[in-house]
């Protein structure tokens, strides 16, 4: 099992920034990929960043390229994701998720998730 606890959502102007954190515990030396998750009311949840925990690659959906970074740090066991340049459209339910293996943009991949944490964003 890995627990995963979140925090750092908030509400911001349009143009803020945010970190997200992700701490987690357990079984961690069964992770490689994090990924992070949003879900809008009525949409379904999409793809936002992910990163291997062993190869260090990041991947990050199109809309928010350039202004979000996802980073990790192993000895924490704590992943992270920093926003910048927020869109109202940004305004979401963020979760943060882990896996072995698997496709790193299908949240049906992903073995455990945390809570989520409310992202608004206002123009």
């Known amino acids: 099992q890995v627990q995963l606890v979140e925090s750092g959502g908030g509400s911001v102007q349009a143009g803020g920034s945010l970190r997200l954190s992700c701490a987690a515990s357990g079984r961690t030396f069964s992770i490689d990929f994090t990924g992070w998750f949003r879900q809008a009311p009525g949409k379904e949840r999409e793809f936002v960043a992910a990163i291997s925990w062993r190869r260090g690659l990041t991947y990050y959906a199109d809309s928010v390229k350039g202004r979000f970074t996802i980073s990790s740090d192993n000895g924490k066991n704590t992943m992270y994701l920093q926003m910048n340049s927020l869109k109202p459209e940004d305004t979401a339910v963020y979760y943060c998720?882990?896996?072995?293996?698997?496709?790193?943009?299908?949240?049906?991949?992903?073995?455990?998730w945390g809570q989520g944490t409310q992202v608004t964003v206002s123009s």
């Open positions: 998720a882990v896996m072995g293996s698997g496709n790193y943009y299908n949240p049906g991949a992903y073995d455990y």
